[in-house]
Structures are given as C-alpha cells and as structure tokens.
C-alpha cells in the first residue's frame, strides 16, 4: 500500500506542476542583431541578339485585284503627315515583284501620286501605256500589292538624302530584308 501512495502521490505532484507551469508566461527574450549581408552573386551570361526592330515602318497589303486603268489604295496616315514617311511601293505581277513606279513591261506603266479626300490619304496607282500616249488598253491583274511606309526621325529630315542608303529602293525583297518584312 504503500507503493501506491509513493506512486499517486508522485502523479499528483507531477500534475500539480504541469497546470502550474502552462498557467504562467514568462517575459519575451530580447531582440537579436541582425545578421551581416550575404555577397552578391555573380552576373549571368550575356543573352542572344534579339531580333531587330523596323523603328515603327509598316507594310500594308492587299490581295490580287484586276486593274483596268487607274485605282486607289488607302494609306491609315494623314496627309498632313505624309511629308515625314518614306513610301515604297511594289506590285506583284505573274508571280514577280515591281517597284512603282515601274515602266516597259509589255508597254506598260505603272505610277502612283498621293491624294488627300479629307484627312485620309489615298496612294493612287495610275496604269497606262509605257510611252505616255494613254491608258493601258488591258487589264492588268496584281496578285498583291503592298506599300512600305517608313517614318523619319524629325532630327534626320534635313540629313537625309537619297545616296546615303544602301537599300535598292527598286528592289522589293531587299527593302523587306532590310526592315525585316516578310516577303
């Protein structure tokens, strides 16, 4: 019996200081020093060339149409603005494509002139005989069009001139190539 006296009294005891010692809090440490920086790490790689940009030309293109004499192709510029793009045109023809203005294919001429109807501007394609004596009697299917146009930096306008290029204007895929377009 006296066993179980020594045992209860030793549970009781052990009881007693766990409520007692879950009732009480004691008071929070005190704040450590932070720690000192890390180093920094070392710098990656230097990534690959990102393709280049075009600096804001866009082409515009339209699909085959059957020219008898003369037609238009809107251009989204206004005209007032007009003066500060470089526009190239080209016409694909039989599978082959034309700078405009163009002239001697099969006595043909093919121009363009700019023209304002309110604030849009309108590229108007003129097609006629090649040695100026009229309108081109056929009709005359382009499998597209398009037309580049190309803004010019405000600061370059009184810089730029024609030699100071090296892109054949008159050549479609090298004007593509050089913006980047698709041809």
């Known amino acids: 019996m006296k066993c179980n006296f020594l045992r209860t009294a030793a549970i009781a005891l052990l009881c007693a200081a766990t409520v007692c010692s879950c009732g009480k809090d004691g008071a929070d440490g005190k704040d450590g020093n932070d720690g000192t920086n890390g180093a920094n790490g070392t710098n990656g790689e230097k990534g ?3 393709i280049p ?3 804001g030309v866009k082409m515009y293109i339209w699909g085959e149409r059957v020219v008898t004499g003369d037609t238009t192709y809107e251009i989204p510029i206004p005209y007032e603005e ?3 793009y470089l526009i190239n045109a080209y016409a694909c023809i039989s599978g082959s494509w034309i700078p405009v203005p163009f002239a001697a294919m099969d006595g043909l001429s093919i121009d363009y002139a700019l023209w304002k109807y309110g604030n849009i501007t309108y590229l108007f394609v003129i097609i006629s005989k090649a040695d100026g004596s009229g309108e081109y009697d056929s009709p005359v299917t ?3 069009f398009r037309v580049i146009v ?3 930096p405000a600061e370059n306008i009184t810089e730029m001139s024609v030699k100071s290029s090296s892109v054949d204007y008159s050549n479609y895929a090298e004007v593509a190539a050089y913006y980047g377009l698709p041809e």
């Open 53 to 55: 940009g075009n600096a």
């Open 150 to 152: 190309a803004p010019i």
């Open 82 to 84: 007009i003066e500060n």
């Open 48 to 50: 690959e060339q990102g």
């Open 142 to 144: 382009f499998d597209a």
